[in-house]
């Protein structure tokens, strides 16, 4: 009983009271102009008994408003769709809101299940945090990291904030921000490496700049060099697969690490030497600025 309560409690809902400049309007107008909600989120809550309430009541999305009513919509996914299964496993969590999670990624560890990784993912990992904590919510990524990748990252509790904040990234409200330690340094001590990526001839994984690719930049900025290596600070303007590896491996200084790009060496990190380290957006319902850091793991501190 504790428990059932508990995830009621843990509904997410955006309300409205309306106002008299909005008398007799529809409620589908009020939810999608004051509430920012999209049709697609709209169309999945109003078949719900409790998906749009006006002072309490079920109504429909042509109902008329009158001053001083409350209209209150459900965010909070009633049913999992994702298909990913809960299971235990590290969560690593830097900030929770009621909308969204940023969590700090360890490396080795898949965001997304896939082929042989059903149930070590950060997908199944969240399900099970949600269920533990009475949390109503599925699986919703915002962005992915690779396997090797360490670092920050923002998942979604329910459709509404992962569309908000896909429609931020690679807008100056949604900006990701990357250590890496490379093998020799960039030509210059900051610019821009803006060629398009591509899939790689002859391989499946492998990606590569090419004259046909999709249009890739990324902005970079050497914050230390000693020996052969640097330790670079890169900013994601576009976001296309491996797009760091790749562009650092075209100036010819890959990652340390970097099996695919560049030369795998255990001895040195056992990983593709890249970090999330900053990553700024925008709250997606309250619209609040929010910005977070991630200190170097020990693998790659011991690089420098």
């Known amino acids: 009983m504790e428990k059932r309560l508990a995830a009621e409690k843990q509904v997410r809902r955006v309300s409205l009271t ?16 004051e509430l920012g909600l999209s049709g697609t989120v709209i169309r999945r809550v109003k078949w719900l008994e409790d998906g749009i309430l006006l002072d309490g009541a079920r109504v429909f999305t042509s109902c008329r408003v009158e001053p001083g009513q409350v209209l209150t919509a459900r965010l909070s996914d009633p049913e999992r769709r994702s298909g990913v299964v809960p299971a235990p496993g ?25 082929a042989g990784h059903f149930s070590d993912t950060i997908g199944n990992f969240l399900l099970d945090y949600y269920d533990q904590e009475g949390i109503e919510a599925d699986f919703h990524p915002v962005h992915r990291l690779d396997k090797g990748t360490s670092g920050l990252m923002v998942a979604a509790k329910h459709p509404h904030a992962q569309e908000v904040l896909k429609n931020q990234l690679h807008t100056p409200a949604f900006r990701r921000v990357y250590l890496a ?32 690719g999709l249009p890739a930049r990324t902005g970079y900025r ?83």
Not at 188 to 209: D, T
Not at 232 to 251: D, F, K, N, P, S
């Open 18 to 33: 309306v106002p008299p400049e909005r008398a007799g309007q529809k409620v589908d107008t009020l939810l999608r102009k």
């Open 90 to 114: 590290p969560l690593d969590i830097v900030y929770e809101d009621g909308d969204i999670l940023v969590l700090n990624k360890a490396p080795g560890v898949l965001v997304h299940p896939g």
């Open 181 to 212: 330690v490379c093998l020799g340094s960039p030509p210059a001590e900051a610019g821009v490496v803006e060629a398009p990526i591509g899939r790689a001839e002859g391989s499946i994984l492998a990606r590569a700049v090419t004259p046909d």
């Open 222 to 304: 050497v914050l230390r060099r000693w020996g052969e290596r640097a330790l670079v600070e890169l900013t994601l303007e576009t976001g296309r697969t491996h797009q760091i590896r790749v562009h650092m491996a075209y100036l010819g200084c890959p990652l340390a690490g970097d099996f695919l790009y560049g030369a795998e060496d255990p001895a040195l990190i056992s990983r593709p030497a890249l970090h999330s380290w900053r990553l700024s957006l925008r709250q997606p319902v309250t619209g609040e600025a929010l910005s977070f850091t991630c200190p170097l793991p020990a693998d790659m501190a011991r690089l420098l």
